[in-house]
Nanobody
Framework: QVQLVESGGGLGQAGGSLRLSCAAS????????MGWFRQAPGKEREFVAA????????YYADSVKDRFTISRDSAKNTVYLQMNTLKPEDTAVYFC???????????????????WGQGTQVTVSS
């Protein structure tokens, strides 16, 4: 049984920073990729960022590129999302996800991910 637990959400100010963490436990070794998705009220869940576990290759949505950074700590089975220059439109529930196998071209496809965290709320005030 794999569990993903997010932390670090909360209230941020426009222009400020927040850092999210996602710790994997259980049978968590061997992930091909981990990613972050988000869902704003009344909107579909959307891709934010992903990292391929073995190579460290990173991918970002255009809306967060140059502002957010995804990273991993393999020893801790943890992935992070450093969010800088926050905008009110970044307000959403952020979900961590992990894939057992993933073609690099599918990094943004939520249906290719096998495990999900419970989500953490990020609210950015203007």
């Amino acid at each position: 049984q794999v569990q993903l637990v997010e932390s670090g959400g909360g209230l941020g100010q426009a222009g400020g920073s927040l850092r999210l963490s996602c710790a994997a436990s259980g049978r968590s070794f061997g992930f091909a990729a981990m990613g972050w998705f988000r869902q704003a009220p009344g909107k579909e869940r959307e891709f934010v960022a992903a990292i391929l576990w073995s190579s460290g290759q990173r991918y970002y949505a255009d809306s967060v590129k140059d502002r957010f950074t995804i990273s991993r700590d393999s020893a801790k089975n943890t992935v992070y999302l450093q969010m800088n220059t926050l905008k009110p439109e970044d307000t959403a529930v952020y979900f961590c996800a992990a894939a057992r196998s993933l073609h690099y071209s599918s990094y943004g496809n939520q249906y290719k991910y096998d495990y999900w965290g419970q989500g953490t709320q990020v609210t950015v005030s203007s």
